[in-house]
T-cell receptor, first 116, second 111 residues
Framework: GAVVSQHPSRVICKSGTSVKIECRSLDFQATTMFWYRQFPKQSLMLMATSNEGSKATYEQGVEKDKFLINHASLTLSTLTVTSAHPEDSSFYIC????????????FGPGTRLTVT | DAKTTQPTSMDCAEGRAANLPCNHSTISGNEYVYWYRQIHSQGPQYIIHGLKNNETNEMASLIITEDRKSSTLILPHATLRDTAVYYCIASNNTNAGKSTFGDGTTLTVKP
């Protein structure tokens, strides 16, 4: 089956620093990847659509200058949380679709970010 | 995405079938029904999807009513590891991936 990985799985950083999260599709190419955020006891919220070779598309209310997305290749997208603050602490999840028999999404295992 | 409605929580005995309902009364003709689940502190996992016909794979079966206004996900022999939040999503290919996750159904499988 389609596999998506994320790195790191957990990260703790100090307020004001930047953190980069990688999302890789391991056995398929993904023109488009998606980044979600999930706060405790809440559902997933789509943050942005990452497009290979072009700018990401951000959902309303998501600051593009704070959450930098780069889709460098068909198998790699990165999310950088710049100048992180404690309120950015969350579970960040990416997804991608092989887009063959349908548009089902395969999700990474998530990255737990804690900003102190 | 069409709005979906699911019960907040359900319990199921281990070894029995778990039937999880989903209402999607405003679903449009080109929208598929997708099911995902999320085990605590993990990324969501794709389970199954369908358009009109019933579908079955190694994980589950999906039963879609003839009018497509509702569907049921069936886990034929639930195990403790099936305890998770189950999300039903209606989405078309144009919005592929921009899945709108509602609150889902928390399924608890009990021994």
């Amino acid at each position: 089956g389609a596999v998506v990985s994320q790195h790191p799985s957990r990260v703790i950083c100090k307020s004001g620093t930047s953190v980069k999260i990688e999302c890789r599709s391991l056995d398929f190419q993904a023109t488009t990847m998606f980044w979600y955020r999930q706060f405790p006891k809440q559902s997933l919220m789509l943050m942005a659509t990452s497009n290979e070779g072009s700018k990401a598309t951000y959902e309303q209310g998501v600051e593009k200058d704070k959450f930098l997305i780069n889709h460098a290749s068909l198998t790699l997208s990165t999310l950088t949380v710049t100048s992180a603050h404690p309120e950015d602490s969350s579970f960040y999840i990416c997804s991608a679709s092989p887009g063959l028999a349908g548009w089902e999404q395969y999700f990474g295992p998530g990255t737990r970010l804690t900003v102190t | 995405d069409a709005k979906t409605t699911q019960p907040t929580s359900m319990d199921c005995a281990e070894g029995r079938a778990a039937n999880l309902p989903c209402n999607h009364s405003t679903i449009s003709g080109n929208e598929y029904v997708y099911w995902y689940r999320q085990i605590h502190s993990q990324g969501p996992q794709y389970i199954i999807h369908g358009l009109k016909n019933n579908e079955t794979n190694e994980m589950a079966s999906l039963i879609i009513t003839e009018d497509r206004k509702s569907s049921t996900l069936i886990l034929p022999h639930a195990t403790l590891r099936d305890t998770a939040v189950y999300y039903c999503i209606a989405s078309n290919n144009t919005n592929a991936g921009k899945s709108t996750f509602g609150d889902g159904t928390t399924l608890t499988v009990k021994p």
